[in-house]
Protein backbone atom coordinates (compact mmCIF):
# COMPACT_ATOMS: atom_id res chain seq x y z
CA UNK A 1 0.00 0.00 0.00
CA UNK A 2 1.12 3.73 -0.32
CA UNK A 3 1.73 5.69 2.58
CA UNK A 4 2.27 8.88 3.82
CA UNK A 5 5.16 8.67 6.00
CA UNK A 6 7.28 10.95 8.39
CA UNK A 7 11.12 9.55 8.94
CA UNK A 8 12.80 12.28 10.53
CA UNK A 9 12.16 15.54 12.12
CA UNK A 10 12.43 19.38 10.36
CA UNK A 11 8.35 20.13 9.55
CA UNK A 12 6.39 19.66 6.63
CA UNK A 13 8.43 18.90 3.77
CA UNK A 14 9.67 16.04 5.21
CA UNK A 15 6.35 13.66 4.66
CA UNK A 16 7.23 11.72 1.69
CA UNK A 17 5.11 8.65 -0.18
CA UNK A 18 6.49 4.79 0.92
CA UNK A 19 5.28 1.99 -0.43
CA UNK A 20 4.57 -0.44 3.15
CA UNK A 21 3.25 -3.95 2.97
CA UNK A 22 -0.68 -3.90 3.30
CA UNK A 23 -1.75 -4.44 7.42
CA UNK A 24 -3.41 -7.83 8.91
CA UNK A 25 -6.19 -7.51 11.67
CA UNK A 26 -4.94 -9.05 15.11
CA UNK A 27 -7.65 -10.77 17.07
CA UNK A 28 -10.31 -7.59 18.08
CA UNK A 29 -9.40 -5.29 15.18
CA UNK A 30 -10.43 -4.14 11.95
CA UNK A 31 -8.76 -3.04 8.49
CA UNK A 32 -10.37 -0.19 6.94
CA UNK A 33 -9.30 0.96 3.26
CA UNK A 34 -9.20 4.36 3.95
CA UNK A 35 -10.84 6.82 1.17
CA UNK A 36 -10.15 10.11 2.78
CA UNK A 37 -8.42 11.09 5.59
CA UNK A 38 -7.77 14.35 7.08
CA UNK A 39 -5.15 16.55 8.91
CA UNK A 40 -4.79 17.96 12.66
CA UNK A 41 -2.67 20.74 13.42
CA UNK A 42 -1.10 18.22 15.79
CA UNK A 43 0.38 15.96 12.47
CA UNK A 44 2.17 19.50 12.21
CA UNK A 45 3.32 19.68 15.45
CA UNK A 46 5.04 15.86 15.11
CA UNK A 47 6.95 17.26 11.83
CA UNK A 48 8.52 19.71 14.22
CA UNK A 49 9.15 17.52 17.05
CA UNK A 50 6.84 19.96 19.21
CA UNK A 51 4.88 16.68 20.16
CA UNK A 52 5.78 14.42 23.41
CA UNK A 53 6.16 10.58 22.81
CA UNK A 54 7.33 10.71 18.97
CA UNK A 55 8.36 7.26 17.94
CA UNK A 56 10.00 7.46 14.19
CA UNK A 57 9.17 6.16 11.32
CA UNK A 58 5.66 6.37 11.29
CA UNK A 59 2.53 7.09 9.38
CA UNK A 60 0.88 10.32 10.84
CA UNK A 61 -3.18 11.08 10.13
CA UNK A 62 -6.25 10.85 12.97
CA UNK A 63 -8.57 11.65 10.78
CA UNK A 64 -10.21 8.90 8.17
CA UNK A 65 -13.05 7.25 6.24
CA UNK A 66 -13.62 4.23 4.15
CA UNK A 67 -15.10 0.88 4.24
CA UNK A 68 -14.05 -2.24 6.04
CA UNK A 69 -11.83 -4.14 3.79
CA UNK A 70 -10.83 -7.16 7.00
CA UNK A 71 -12.24 -8.35 9.97
CA UNK A 72 -9.36 -9.86 12.63
CA UNK A 73 -10.25 -13.04 14.79
CA UNK A 74 -13.39 -12.45 17.18
CA UNK A 75 -14.67 -9.41 15.48
CA UNK A 76 -18.23 -9.83 14.40
CA UNK A 77 -18.78 -6.84 12.24
CA UNK A 78 -19.85 -4.71 10.21
CA UNK A 79 -19.41 -6.21 7.62
CA UNK A 80 -16.48 -6.64 4.50
CA UNK A 81 -17.44 -3.15 2.41
CA UNK A 82 -19.22 -1.28 5.09
CA UNK A 83 -18.82 2.89 5.19
CA UNK A 84 -17.15 3.40 8.14
CA UNK A 85 -15.63 6.43 9.95
CA UNK A 86 -12.35 6.15 12.66
CA UNK A 87 -12.77 7.36 16.39
CA UNK A 88 -9.05 8.18 16.73
CA UNK A 89 -8.98 7.78 20.49
CA UNK A 90 -7.52 5.04 21.60
CA UNK A 91 -7.55 3.44 25.17
CA UNK A 92 -9.61 6.23 27.17
CA UNK A 93 -10.08 4.21 29.96
CA UNK A 94 -13.25 3.69 32.10
CA UNK A 95 -14.18 6.61 33.37
CA UNK A 96 -15.77 8.54 30.57
CA UNK A 97 -15.61 11.57 32.86
CA UNK A 98 -11.68 11.82 32.71
CA UNK A 99 -8.73 10.37 30.42
CA UNK A 100 -6.55 7.99 32.54
CA UNK A 101 -3.62 9.32 30.10
CA UNK A 102 -3.02 5.58 29.43
CA UNK A 103 -4.25 5.80 25.96
CA UNK A 104 -3.10 7.49 22.93
CA UNK A 105 -4.41 9.26 19.34
CA UNK A 106 -4.20 7.11 16.01
CA UNK A 107 -0.71 8.01 13.98
CA UNK A 108 1.55 8.92 16.89
CA UNK A 109 3.02 5.98 18.17
CA UNK A 110 0.30 3.82 16.13
CA UNK A 111 0.64 4.38 12.50
CA UNK A 112 -2.36 6.24 11.04
CA UNK A 113 -5.14 7.39 8.45
CA UNK A 114 -1.95 8.22 5.87
CA UNK A 115 -2.65 5.51 4.01
CA UNK A 116 -4.38 3.28 1.51
CA UNK A 117 -5.03 0.58 4.95
CA UNK A 118 -5.02 1.54 8.53
CA UNK A 119 -5.82 -1.08 11.29
CA UNK A 120 -7.33 -0.13 14.60
CA UNK A 121 -9.40 -1.65 17.06
CA UNK A 122 -12.59 -2.56 16.59
CA UNK A 123 -14.38 -0.56 18.85
CA UNK A 124 -13.12 2.80 17.46
CA UNK A 125 -15.07 1.66 14.43
CA UNK A 126 -18.51 3.62 13.48
CA UNK A 127 -20.80 3.71 10.93
CA UNK A 128 -20.19 6.74 8.90
CA UNK A 129 -23.85 9.11 8.71
CA UNK A 130 -25.27 8.19 5.63
CA UNK A 131 -26.06 12.01 4.43
CA UNK A 132 -22.04 12.50 4.64
CA UNK A 133 -19.26 12.58 1.58
CA UNK A 134 -16.37 10.48 2.63
CA UNK A 135 -14.25 13.91 3.01
CA UNK A 136 -16.88 15.21 4.93
CA UNK A 137 -16.84 11.86 7.24
CA UNK A 138 -12.78 12.01 7.45
CA UNK A 139 -12.57 15.49 8.54
CA UNK A 140 -15.03 14.84 11.45
CA UNK A 141 -13.07 12.66 14.02
CA UNK A 142 -10.50 14.35 16.32
CA UNK A 143 -10.94 18.08 15.70
CA UNK A 144 -15.24 17.23 16.11
CA UNK A 145 -14.54 14.71 19.23
CA UNK A 146 -12.49 17.28 20.76
CA UNK A 147 -14.75 20.40 20.14
CA UNK A 148 -17.83 18.59 21.30
CA UNK A 149 -16.02 17.31 24.18
CA UNK A 150 -15.00 21.43 24.51
CA UNK A 151 -18.99 22.62 23.91
CA UNK A 152 -21.17 20.13 25.10
CA UNK A 153 -19.68 17.51 27.59
CA UNK A 154 -17.79 20.16 29.72
CA UNK A 155 -19.34 23.79 28.42
CA UNK A 156 -22.62 22.21 28.87
CA UNK A 157 -23.69 24.95 26.15
CA UNK A 158 -26.83 25.64 25.73
CA UNK A 159 -29.50 28.19 23.82
CA UNK A 160 -29.05 30.33 26.62
CA UNK A 161 -25.78 30.95 26.49
CA UNK A 162 -23.66 33.27 24.57
CA UNK A 163 -20.27 31.45 23.53
CA UNK A 164 -17.44 33.39 22.98
CA UNK A 165 -15.02 31.55 20.44
CA UNK A 166 -11.42 32.46 20.06
CA UNK A 167 -9.29 32.07 16.75
CA UNK A 168 -12.08 30.88 14.08
CA UNK A 169 -11.09 29.30 11.45
CA UNK A 170 -8.90 26.02 12.95
CA UNK A 171 -10.66 22.80 12.39
CA UNK A 172 -11.75 22.60 16.44
CA UNK A 173 -13.08 25.90 16.68
CA UNK A 174 -14.74 25.29 13.38
CA UNK A 175 -16.68 22.73 14.81
CA UNK A 176 -17.23 24.49 18.09
CA UNK A 177 -18.92 27.13 15.94
CA UNK A 178 -20.87 24.68 14.43
CA UNK A 179 -22.37 22.87 17.98
CA UNK A 180 -22.87 25.67 19.42
CA UNK A 181 -24.95 27.32 16.70
CA UNK A 182 -26.74 23.98 16.70
CA UNK A 183 -28.11 23.65 20.35
CA UNK A 184 -29.21 28.02 19.41
CA UNK A 185 -26.47 29.81 21.49
CA UNK A 186 -25.73 32.94 20.49
CA UNK A 187 -22.03 33.20 18.78
CA UNK A 188 -19.01 35.55 18.79
CA UNK A 189 -16.24 34.51 16.90
CA UNK A 190 -13.04 36.17 16.56
CA UNK A 191 -9.91 36.25 13.85
CA UNK A 192 -7.36 37.93 12.17
CA UNK A 193 -8.43 37.00 8.61
CA UNK A 194 -11.48 39.15 7.48
CA UNK A 195 -11.42 36.14 5.02
CA UNK A 196 -12.06 33.45 7.88
CA UNK A 197 -14.69 35.69 10.02
CA UNK A 198 -16.62 36.11 6.52
CA UNK A 199 -16.89 32.39 6.54
CA UNK A 200 -17.43 31.98 10.01
CA UNK A 201 -20.45 34.32 9.69
CA UNK A 202 -21.59 32.24 6.78
CA UNK A 203 -21.91 29.26 9.07
CA UNK A 204 -24.07 31.28 11.44
CA UNK A 205 -21.58 33.12 13.60
CA UNK A 206 -23.65 35.92 14.88
CA UNK A 207 -20.91 38.29 15.65
CA UNK A 208 -17.64 38.24 14.05
CA UNK A 209 -14.61 40.66 15.58
CA UNK A 210 -11.10 40.88 14.11
CA UNK A 211 -8.84 41.13 16.77
CA UNK A 212 -5.77 42.71 15.21
CA UNK A 213 -8.29 45.82 13.48
CA UNK A 214 -10.76 46.14 16.05
CA UNK A 215 -9.97 49.13 18.85
CA UNK A 216 -11.03 46.93 21.74
CA UNK A 217 -11.86 43.00 20.67
CA UNK A 218 -12.22 41.71 24.25
CA UNK A 219 -14.85 44.93 24.84
CA UNK A 220 -16.32 44.61 22.05
CA UNK A 221 -16.91 40.53 22.76
CA UNK A 222 -18.03 41.36 26.23
CA UNK A 223 -20.85 44.09 24.91
CA UNK A 224 -21.67 41.65 21.93
CA UNK A 225 -22.48 38.81 24.67
CA UNK A 226 -24.84 40.73 26.38
CA UNK A 227 -25.51 40.12 30.10
CA UNK A 228 -21.96 41.02 31.08
CA UNK A 229 -19.88 39.22 28.81
CA UNK A 230 -20.21 35.65 27.37
CA UNK A 231 -21.58 32.85 29.53
CA UNK A 232 -19.27 30.57 28.11
CA UNK A 233 -16.19 30.68 26.15
CA UNK A 234 -13.86 28.01 24.29
CA UNK A 235 -9.99 28.81 24.06
CA UNK A 236 -7.08 27.15 22.28
CA UNK A 237 -4.95 30.31 22.45
CA UNK A 238 -3.93 30.59 25.99
CA UNK A 239 -1.60 33.82 27.20
CA UNK A 240 -2.76 36.86 26.85
CA UNK A 241 -6.21 35.69 24.94
CA UNK A 242 -7.20 33.38 28.01
CA UNK A 243 -6.33 35.91 30.08
CA UNK A 244 -8.71 38.42 28.47
CA UNK A 245 -11.29 35.91 28.15
CA UNK A 246 -11.04 35.42 31.96
CA UNK A 247 -11.93 39.09 32.10
CA UNK A 248 -14.57 39.77 30.16
CA UNK A 249 -16.43 36.41 31.15
CA UNK A 250 -19.67 37.49 33.04
CA UNK A 251 -20.26 36.25 36.41
CA UNK A 252 -21.00 32.31 36.40
CA UNK A 253 -19.55 31.68 33.02
CA UNK A 254 -17.68 28.46 32.13
CA UNK A 255 -14.43 29.36 30.01
CA UNK A 256 -13.32 26.13 28.48
CA UNK A 257 -9.13 25.41 27.32
CA UNK A 258 -8.10 22.80 25.44
CA UNK A 259 -4.81 23.74 24.25
CA UNK A 260 -2.51 27.03 24.83
CA UNK A 261 -0.75 28.06 21.62
CA UNK A 262 0.50 31.49 22.46
CA UNK A 263 1.84 29.93 25.63
CA UNK A 264 0.93 30.14 29.45
CA UNK A 265 -1.20 32.45 30.62
CA UNK A 266 -0.76 35.33 33.16
CA UNK A 267 -4.02 35.43 34.84
CA UNK A 268 -5.90 38.07 37.33
CA UNK A 269 -6.81 35.63 40.62
CA UNK A 270 -9.63 38.06 41.14
CA UNK A 271 -11.36 37.94 37.87
CA UNK A 272 -11.83 33.82 39.00
CA UNK A 273 -12.92 34.55 42.67
CA UNK A 274 -14.52 37.15 42.59
CA UNK A 275 -17.42 36.13 39.46
CA UNK A 276 -17.36 32.32 40.54
CA UNK A 277 -15.87 31.28 37.18
CA UNK A 278 -15.50 27.74 36.03
CA UNK A 279 -12.36 27.14 34.48
CA UNK A 280 -12.87 23.91 32.82
CA UNK A 281 -9.42 22.24 31.32
CA UNK A 282 -10.38 19.22 28.37
CA UNK A 283 -8.56 17.05 25.91
CA UNK A 284 -9.89 14.76 23.05
CA UNK A 285 -12.71 12.74 24.18
CA UNK A 286 -14.65 9.74 25.44
CA UNK A 287 -15.85 6.58 23.13
CA UNK A 288 -19.60 8.38 24.59
CA UNK A 289 -18.79 11.52 23.24
CA UNK A 290 -17.72 10.45 19.74
CA UNK A 291 -20.42 8.47 19.45
CA UNK A 292 -22.74 11.36 21.08
CA UNK A 293 -20.61 13.53 18.22
CA UNK A 294 -21.11 11.39 15.40
CA UNK A 295 -25.21 11.49 15.97
CA UNK A 296 -25.49 15.35 15.44
CA UNK A 297 -24.22 14.39 12.03
CA UNK A 298 -27.21 12.41 11.43
CA UNK A 299 -29.36 15.80 12.01
CA UNK A 300 -27.98 17.24 8.62
CA UNK A 301 -24.87 19.09 10.21
CA UNK A 302 -21.85 19.66 7.68
CA UNK A 303 -18.06 20.17 8.35
CA UNK A 304 -16.51 22.94 7.35
CA UNK A 305 -14.34 21.38 4.31
CA UNK A 306 -11.21 23.85 3.52
CA UNK A 307 -9.74 21.82 0.56
CA UNK A 308 -9.10 18.30 -1.02
CA UNK A 309 -5.66 17.19 -2.34
CA UNK A 310 -4.23 14.22 -3.08
CA UNK A 311 -2.15 12.62 -1.13
CA UNK A 312 0.91 13.34 -2.85
CA UNK A 313 0.37 16.72 -1.98
CA UNK A 314 0.51 16.13 2.02
CA UNK A 315 3.78 17.97 2.42
CA UNK A 316 2.23 21.29 0.74
CA UNK A 317 -1.15 20.80 2.81
CA UNK A 318 0.87 20.49 6.22
CA UNK A 319 2.74 23.99 5.08
CA UNK A 320 -0.39 25.62 4.60
CA UNK A 321 -1.89 24.46 7.99
CA UNK A 322 1.32 25.29 9.70
CA UNK A 323 0.96 28.67 8.22
CA UNK A 324 -3.08 29.00 9.64
CA UNK A 325 -4.06 29.63 5.33
CA UNK A 326 -6.76 27.02 6.28
CA UNK A 327 -10.53 27.82 7.29
CA UNK A 328 -12.09 24.29 8.54
CA UNK A 329 -10.14 20.86 7.76
CA UNK A 330 -7.57 19.87 4.99
CA UNK A 331 -8.52 16.34 3.43
CA UNK A 332 -6.33 14.22 1.78
CA UNK A 333 -7.54 11.72 -1.37
CA UNK A 334 -6.66 8.54 -0.35
CA UNK A 335 -8.04 6.15 -2.79
Keep these: MKAVRLNELGGPEKLHIETLPDPVAQAGEIVVKIHRAAFNRRDVFITQGLYPGIELPRTLGSDGAGVVAALGPGVAG ?4 TPVVIDPMIGWGDDPHIWTGKGSILGMPHDGTFAEYCVVPAGNVHLKPAQLS ?6 IPLAGLTAYRAVVTRGRCSANDAVLITGIGGGV ?3 ALLFAKH ?4 TIVT ?5 KLARAKAMGADVAINYKTAENWSKEARA ?3 GGGPSLVIDSAGGETFAKCLNIARPGARVVSYGGTTGDAK ?9 HLDILGTSMGSPEDFAGMLALFSTGLKPAVDEVVPMEEAAAAADRINKSE ?3 KVVLAIS
Design 173 to 175: QTF
Design 78 to 81: PAVG
Design 183 to 186: LGAK
Design 224 to 226: AAG
Design 326 to 328: QFG
Design 134 to 139: DEQAAA
Design 191 to 195: SSSDE
Design 267 to 275: IRMFDIFWK
